[in-house]
């Protein structure tokens, strides 16, 4: 049985030794963190999931590579972004109306990491017009402002510039002012430009 308050270190020595529990815990205890990631990006929970198993494939193929512990969940992070990325660049579909509603009601809980200053009917204007974006743009401002990615590391990881990176952003900005304005969320379109 493994001890909640072993170190993650710990737990990858034994994830490393075979220990099957071993594994299982590590997923337990990052698998809500990368599937919210996931989710994110991928805006379909079937998806997110398989994507979510992908990333624990990939880290339990690499865990002997990772050389400070203490960063694990930000690790695990960067695995689910690409991952997700790759997932999107492979699968271009346009989403049905169902896919949308779904993708306003699931996605307001999955990870909402970067709209914690705003309450909650702020909340969910802000999630709809991000739902709202075309995918270029959404996938920019989740990266930004939800996962705290730099404009270079955006910019690395879509294979653009960064005054590309620059560009959408404010693009997306400029679409999210106006689709809150209208729904008297002035508030809200304040904090973001």
């Known amino acids: 049985m493994v001890e909640n308050g072993l170190s993650d270190e710990a737990v990858a020595g034994r994830v490393l030794d075979g220990d099957k529990e071993a594994y299982g815990y590590f997923v ?12 994110r990006y991928i805006r379909d929970r ?32 960067r695995i689910a972004v690409n991952t997700a990325l790759n997932r999107l660049r492979g699968k271009k579909r346009t989403p049905s109306v ?15 990491s970067g709209l914690r200053d705003f309450n909650e009917s702020d909340r969910d204007a802000v999630w709809k017009a991000i739902s709202q974006l075309p995918e ?5 401002v989740i ?17 653009i510039s960064k005054a590309t990176v620059r560009t959408r ?13 209208p729904d008297s969320s002035a508030a809200s379109a304040q904090q973001i430009a």
């Open 169 to 181: 952003l404010a693009r997306a900005k400029r679409m999210m002012k106006s689709a809150l304005v």
């Open 136 to 140: 270029n743009l959404r996938i920019v």
């Open 28 to 39: 337990d205890k990052y698998s809500d963190h990368v599937f919210n990631i996931a989710f």
């Open 143 to 159: 990266m930004k402002y939800m996962d705290g990615f730099s404009y270079v590391e955006i910019a690395k990881r879509l294979n």
């Open 46 to 77: 079937g998806e997110a999931l398989e994507v979510s198993q992908d990333v624990f494939v990939k880290a339990y193929k690499s865990l002997g590579e990772v050389k400070d512990y203490s960063l694990m969940e930000r690790w695990l992070a």
């Open 98 to 112: 169902s896919d949308k509603i779904a993708e306003y009601t699931e996605g307001k809980s999955a990870g909402d």
